[in-house]
Structures are given as C-alpha cells and as structure tokens.
C-alpha cells in the first residue's frame, strides 16, 4: 500500500512530470535527427547519381561535338588540298664539296686539300661543305617557291661561261616555276673548325649534334587556305680525329658512309608539312598545334 501511494504521488509531483517530458522531446528530436540524416543521406545519393548522369551527357555531348569539330575540319582541309602544289626537292650528296675561305682577289672560296691537317687550335678556321640541290615544279600549275637557306649560283671565269666554274653567289630568294620546270644551285653550310668538332663530339655521345636545313615553301595563294614546306636536312660533321684517341689534328670527313664514315655529311628529304590557316591575314591557325605531314608528298 505504501508503495502505491509513493508511485501515485511522484507522478503528481510537478518536476518528475517536467523531467519525463524532457527526456520524452529530448527523443523524439533524436529520432528526428536521425531521421533528417537519413533524409539527408538519400538526397546526397540522388544527387551523386544525377550528377553522374549530367556528367555522362556532357561527354557524350562533348564526343559528338569534337566528333562532327573532325570531320567538318577534315573536310576543309580536303577542300584545300585542291590547291597543294607538289614539287621534288633533291641534294645530290656526290657534288658534296669542302670549302675554305678565299686566298684569291675574286674572292670565291676554294676547295681544302683532301688530304689538310687541321690542328685542335685554329678553332676559329672556317670550313664550308657545299653540295648541289635540285628543285622541280611536279605540280600542275605555276608555283612560287620561297627559299630558306640560300641557293647559291654558279659563277664562271669570265669568258668561259659555263665551262670553268670559279665559286658562287647569292641567287635569289624565290623562284617561279613553270610545270615540270626546274631550278638547281648550291647549298653552303659554313662552321668553324670547333663547331665541326663539337658536332663530333656529340656524335660519339650518341647524339646527333647540330644540323641545319634548307626548305622551299609554298603559300597556296588564299587567306582561307595552307603553307606547304619542303625541307632537306643536313647532319654530321666534316672533320674527325686523324688518329684514334688523338684530338690534336684532324682531317676532312666526306659523304656518310656506314661503316667506313659513320659520322660524314649526310642529308635527308623531310616529309612534307603544311599549316593551315582560317585567314593568314588574321594569323588565325585552323587549329592550334604542330604542323600536319601531308601524305603522298614527296
């Protein structure tokens, strides 16, 4: 009995009915917490996957877009070709000719013995190695050429013209060609002893050292159109060691010949590059990047 009495009166008592109550809102914004957590877990997942979905579409939105940016490039560029000149750029490596500078009043550079002793400190001595280069129009139409790296004229003893050559000259920067029409000349590449020397040095290093190039390029004649560039490269070196291990005297190379002169003047033809342009007036490039190989050119 007086148990019951005892229960009776403390829920009567106004601070254990005050108490009850707190735990009693205490729980349920527990419960409502956990609830907004869950609620709150459920939006995030929703929008993880609708952001993977906008993500996915934006790819593929991106893909057809690059996709279609292809082939309407690809199709200009096609268009263009109509007007891409062809041409045969050739260095003849036989004519290839070691040059020193000149001792006579014309002034024209004259050939090193075959057989000169370079010694290690006449560094600063020059020596030139020229060889013939031949440039043909195999194009349909007449076609301008600019020429980088100077193709030097033949110059002949006065009287004897065409006979006996004594050096040459500066011929001009660019030719016009008629189809199937030709022009020939020289190309010179002058170094001093040292620069030849480093060039070997590199070589043995396993490296290929300096080389230098020369290059007919053709503008298609539109603002809406490409430049085209033929190029030869010239690598290797004109002196080396006159003895194994020795680099007090050296001795004049000739043409690349493996193995007898793995490390002689050599030259190769380039593939054939064109640059595209949206408006050559505006330098604005129909894309950004390096320049294209033209397939089938020579």
């Known amino acids: 009995m007086l148990s019951l009495a005892s229960s009776a009166s403390t829920w009567a008592d106004p601070a ?30 929703e929008a993880a996957r609708s952001m993977k979905i906008a993500q996915d579409s934006l790819a593929v939105a991106r893909e057809a877009q690059s996709h279609a940016s292809l082939m309407s490039v690809e199709a200009f560029k096609t268009r263009i070709a109509a007007n891409a000149p062809s041409a045969d750029l050739e260095a003849r490596i036989d004519t ?30 020059t020596i030139t190695a020229r060889v013939m280069v031949f440039l043909r129009n195999t194009g349909s139409r007449a076609t301008r050429f600019v020429l980088h790296g100077n193709l ?70 539109h603002d809406t159109g490409a430049g085209y560039s033929f190029t030869l490269r010239m690598g290797g070196t004109a002196v080396r060691p006159s003895s194994a291990g ?38 604005q490039p129909l894309r950004d990047g390096p320049t294209e190989v033209v397939r089938g050119s020579r």
């Open 96 to 125: 290839l000719k070691f040059l020193a500078p000149s001792t006579v009043a014309s002034g024209h550079s004259q050939p090193w013995p075959e057989n000169h002793l370079f010694h290690i400190r006449d560094g600063s001595q």
């Open 16 to 45: 254990v009915v005050v108490q009850a109550a707190a735990v009693l809102v205490a729980a349920i914004a527990a419960i409502a917490v956990i609830w907004q957590a869950v609620l709150t877990r459920r939006a995030l997942n």
């Open 246 to 283: 020795l680099r007090e005297t050296w001795v004049l190379t000739g043409s690349y010949d493996f193995p007898t002169e793995p490390d002689g003047i050599g030259i190769g033809r380039q593939p054939v590059t064109a640059r595209y342009w949206l408006s050559k007036m505006q330098e």
């Open 152 to 221: 030097r004229q033949s110059v002949y003893k006065p009287g004897q013209a065409m006979i006996e050559m004594v050096g040459t000259a500066p011929g001009s920067p660019d030719v016009l060609l008629e189809p199937s029409e030709s022009v020939e000349g020289y190309w010179e590449v002058t170094r001093t002893l040292d620069e030849w020397i480093a060039i070997y040095d590199a070589r043995q290093s396993g490296e290929q050292g300096s080389e230098t190039e020369f290059s007919a390029y053709v503008d298609d004649g």
